[in-house]
Every structure is written in C-alpha cells, then in structure tokens.
Nanobody
Framework: QVQLVESGGGLVQAGGSLRLSCSAS????????MGWFRQAPGKEREFVAT????????YYADSVKGRFTISRDVAKNTVYLQMNSLKLEDTAVYYC???????????WGQGTQVTVSS
C-alpha cells in the first residue's frame, strides 16, 4: 500500500522558517515527480514546488521562489520543503504528491497544517 505521510507543519511567526517532510512508502518512486501543493481556506489547491525524483531538477511557483526549497533524501525515500521568510499568505494545508511522469499513478498525502501569524 502506497503511503505519503507529511509532517513538520505548525504555527510560526511571519519571517520564520519551517521544514516539511514527506515520507513515501509502498513502492519505488524512481519515475515520479514529487511535489508540494497547498490549499488555503476558501481557495483552490495550488502548486508550490516539484522535484524530479530521478534527476533532482526542481521547479517553483513564483510566489515561493527564493524562499522555499524542495529537496530529497533518496535513502530515506523522503522529500522535504524548507520554507524560509514565511508570510501570512503562506498559511495553508500543505500536501505532498507523487505522480508518475507518464501518468501511471498519482498519490497524495493527507496534508499538514502550516499557520503563519503576525
């Protein structure tokens, strides 16, 4: 059974930092794009960052570029999202996603809450 389990969310003041983790299990993800998405109250889920598991290439939403960094630990089958200089508008539930590059599968985690306070 494939599982993506996020952790690391919490309450932080504006300007602070958090690191989210997404632990993946149940299959190999060598052909996956691993991504982070977020959904704020009353808004649609939006893309934050993605990483190609095999090659490590990354891509970011303009709203987080320069502040967030996505990375992976191949040995631990874990993807991270380092979030620095957090803003109030970063408040959301953050979801991890593993999608096969050719569309063979698409998995989501349960989400972790990030709340940025003033």
């Amino acid at each position: 059974q494939v599982q993506l389990v996020e952790s690391g969310g919490g309450l932080v003041q504006a300007g602070g930092s958090l690191r989210l983790s997404c632990s993946a299990s149940g299959r190999t993800f060598s052909s996956a794009s691993m991504g982070w998405f977020r959904q704020a109250p009353g808004k649609e889920r939006e893309f934050v960052a993605t990483l190609n598991w095999a090659g490590g290439s990354t891509y970011y939403a303009d709203s987080v570029k320069g502040r967030f960094t996505i990375s992976r630990d191949v040995a631990k089958n874990t993807v991270y999202l380092q979030m620095n200089s957090l803003k109030l508008e970063d408040t959301a539930v953050y979801y991890c996603r593993a999608r096969h590059v050719a569309g063979a599968y698409d998995y989501w985690g349960q989400g972790t809450q990030v709340t940025v306070s003033s």
